[in-house]
């Protein structure tokens, strides 16, 4: 197995400093995050600044060393994943968060901040990051971008893409791209950001990010329906967005399998709920007072009950209850502990085809396997629909695998949907891009590849098929 010579990792040192770089027995010490194979490489180097993780990626194109980029290590699709003989670059210490306008609505940080750490520092000028997500303790702003990261609030203020509007990356020859604009109207020439958002690392490392922020309000409630249909949650979504008072933050669809898991671990029950309806949905309002906010949420249920007399609906009444509430959609590490590396897929449908497409997947899923009955829950009000099968990753391979696969990616295309919506593409997801994407996006992306990135040092593997190394390249050439 290939293994990085210690002249190179000398060399690193002297970028980066003697601690900050890893390898042999102090990678124990760190944590893989949903994977082992993250630190596969066996080293991994910590820079402090732009210009560090310049130098390193200098000293890997002129020594034929791969490089992977990690933020918080959240990632579900093998987008960490490193191997012997390449080297691990993490974000963690490039943390900082540079500056926070509450006149532009703008933050400026380092892409080793977290989402968390954003929030709060936002929420000290009333802002907020227009993007939330479960993993926000860990998930890097830098990873996020990178992966181009959806979550609760995309269907109002859109997808990472959407919330950056500037960015900073070193590109694979070392050489550094600086964009942070700071203002939304930009019509001065390409908008080359959007060549990183969503890459994976492979065509740059993310380093710096112009983050747009939204006024954070004074008030939210939250209600959770049960409902006879997607239908039902679907038209109840509508009801939100034309809520008479307040705006529409969140709603959140969690079927009825992943719902009796969540919440009889949690031993919750309300005795007027009904926890054997097929669609439970969490809404939530935000406006100027909560009191009025939770008003609307029974209004909204008066006019659901009149629709469906056997739906059910609590609102709470306190923050906790909130919490609780929310813990309910949220807990997803509960599957995988059931479950362990059980297989999940991450679909966006059209909200008119949520239904059907539903309804034809469980169906064939059972064909496929009489015992299938998958965790499905996701963010009803832009169609993404989280589908994690209730088994071990280990009893899922082969064939089996692809018959899957199948199933659930067969008419995505067709209806206008796509088969990854945040998750990205990662290595366990290259195939299902090359089955069901356009033959002209995949020849546009090769040609991006390789004109970013000629020597594939960068992410090897990722969104793209491995291409052969940067030392077997070098070698042919002498």
Not at 136 to 147: C, K, L, N, P, V
Not at 414 to 438: D, M, P, Q, Y
Request: aromatic letters at 6%; hydrophobic letters at 40%; charged letters at 20%.
């Amino acid at each position: 197995m290939d293994r990085l010579q210690p002249e190179f990792k000398d060399e690193i040192r002297r970028i980066v400093g003697d601690e900050n770089l890893k390898d042999e027995e102090a990678i124990a010490t760190i944590d893989h995050g949903v994977a082992p194979e993250n630190l596969g490489a066996g080293a991994v180097v910590f820079p402090r600044t732009t210009d560090e993780v310049a130098a390193v990626v200098k000293c890997c194109l002129a020594n034929g060393i791969s490089l992977v980029t990690h933020g918080g290590r959240t990632g579900l699709v093998g987008g960490a994943m490193s191997r012997p003989g390449e080297l691990v670059l993490s974000t963690v210490r490039l943390n900082r968060i540079l500056d926070i306008s509450p006149i532009e609505r703008v933050a400026v940080v380092e892409a080793g901040v977290t989402l968390q750490a954003l929030q709060v520092a936002a929420a000290e000028h009333r802002l907020e990051t227009g993007i939330d997500l479960p993993s926000r303790g860990s998930a890097t702003i830098g990873g996020m971008a990178s992966t181009n990261a959806g979550g609760i609030a995309a269907f109002r203020f859109g997808v990472m893409r959407h919330r950056i509007l500037g960015l900073e990356a070193v590109l694979a020859d070392g050489s550094i791209y600086s964009d942070l604009t700071r203002v939304v109207k930009n019509a001065a020439g390409y908008d080359l950001k959007h060549l990183f958002v969503g890459a994976e690392g492979t065509l740059g490392i993310i380093t710096r990010i112009a983050v747009k922020l939204e006024p954070q309000p004074f008030a939210t409630a939250t209600v959770l329906f049960g409902l006879p249909s997607v239908d039902a949650a679907l038209e109840t979504v509508r009801r939100g967005l034309d809520a008479e008072y307040g705006q529409l933050r969140a709603a959140e669809a969690i079927w009825n399998t992943y719902f009796r898991l969540t919440s009889g671990h949690h031993r919750w029950s309300v005795s007027d709920y009904n926890a054997e309806h097929p669609v439970n949905l969490l809404v939530s309002l935000s406006g100027a007072e909560e009191g009025a906010l939770q008003s609307e949420l029974g209004r909204i249920y008066e006019d659901v009950i009149e629709d469906h007399p056997d739906a059910s609906a609590v609102i709470a009444s306190s923050g906790a209850q909130e919490m609780d509430l929310w813990r309910l959609r949220e807990d997803t590490d509960l599957i995988y502990r059931k479950h362990p590396s059980a297989p999940s897929y991450d679909v966006s449908v059209p909200l008119s085809q949520v239904g059907s497409y539903l309804n034809r997947c469980l169906a064939d899923l059972r064909g496929l396997d009489a015992t299938f009955d998958p965790y499905v829950f996701g963010h009803l009000a832009d169609g993404n629909l989280h589908i994690v099968l209730n088994a071990a990753g280990s009893d899922i391979a082969g064939e089996k695998a692809k018959a899957i696969e199948k199933v659930l990616y067969r008419d995505i295309v067709t209806i206008g949907g796509s088969f990854s919506a945040e998750h990205g593409i990662g290595t366990k997801r290259v195939g299902s891009l090359s089955a069901t994407s356009n033959p002209v996006k995949l020849a546009l992306m090769h040609r991006v590849k390789d004109t970013l990135d000629a020597s594939a040092i960068l992410n090897p593997g990722k969104v793209l098929p491995r291409q052969p190394t940067l030392r077997r390249r070098v070698h042919a050439t002498r």
